[in-house]
């Protein structure tokens, strides 16, 4: 495990290096800033409004950290001539895949973490409430959806030829989720027969995402959610990634590294 721990703390650090965190918090910071601005007006509809306007900005911005940092990973220690280095130390495959895996997974918890504090202080500056419980669940669930999305990006970026395609199918298939994966089970039953099998068979096999946005809670500062679906909902998140891991690993093992 030191081995995966070590290269997870490399891939941490170039978070710092590069400017691509920074440029999204400043931007999802400056639409919070508004946030506060409007609530002059004491208008809770609005500040609602910019509550849903903010949070879509922070999941716009996970996806795009944990899809970006994730598809460079590989294709980068192999044009860089640092996988062959890597590998010999030893360090085995299986673990060079975890070690990118969790590295990429941690540091969108720790992205995610600040997006949602700024957005929690914000927030219970200009609305009174400190709904911290809330605020947890909507992170936890909110990064172990990442963790299915870093684990898929991760399987593309061995199987595609170049980061850029694997993180414009990846983006495509994520977001095609998000929006229309509960609605294949009702569009399956209006189809005919054989129409019917392929569409269902991909609603019942594809990870719903969906089942993690808990936005809506968040906005309308709803109830709590049941510790016992949050822990449901972790499982599956973890039996998915581990899933796509295990692809990847069947790829990554017989793949040539010239």
């Not at 495990?1 to 918090?25: G, H, P, S």
């Not at 977001?175 to 991909?202: D, E, N």
Request: a positive charge; one cysteine or more.
């Amino acid at each position: 495990m030191n081995n995966v721990f070590a290269l997870a703390i490399v891939v941490l650090k170039e978070l710092y290096r590069r400017k691509d965190f920074y440029v999204l918090f400043v931007l999802t910071a400056l639409i919070t800033l508004l946030l506060g601005a409007v609530n002059l007006f004491n208008d809770d509809k609005i500040v609602r409004y910019l509550k849903e306007i903010c949070l879509l900005l922070i999941w716009v911005s996970s996806l795009v950290i944990a899809i970006v940092t994730t598809a460079r990973q590989i294709p980068a220690e192999r044009e860089n001539r640092t996988l062959f280095p890597l590998l010999a130390k030893p360090v085995s495959r299986a673990q060079l895949l975890l070690g990118k895996f969790v590295g990429c997974w941690l540091t969108c918890g720790l992205a995610l973490l600040i997006f949602y504090i700024f957005f929690a202080v914000m927030s219970g500056t200009r609305e009174h409430q400190w709904p911290v419980l809330n605020y947890f669940q909507a992170l936890w669930l909110h990064w172990w959806m990442l963790a299915i999305v870093i684990a898929v990006t991760l399987l593309g970026s061995l199987v595609f030829a170049a980061p850029s395609s694997n993180a414009t199918i990846t983006f495509i298939v994520v977001i095609g989720i998000l929006l229309v994966g509960r609605h294949l089970g009702k569009v399956a039953l209006q189809l005919a027969p054989l129409s019917q099998t392929i569409v269902y068979a991909v609603y019942m096999a594809i990870p719903h995402l969906e089942f993690f946005d808990v936005r809506d809670l968040v906005i309308h500062n709803g109830d709590l959610i049941a510790w016992w679906a949050c822990g449901t909902a972790t499982l599956y998140a973890l039996a998915y990634s581990a899933f796509f891991l295990f692809l990847a690993w069947l790829v990554f093992r017989k793949k040539a590294l010239n």
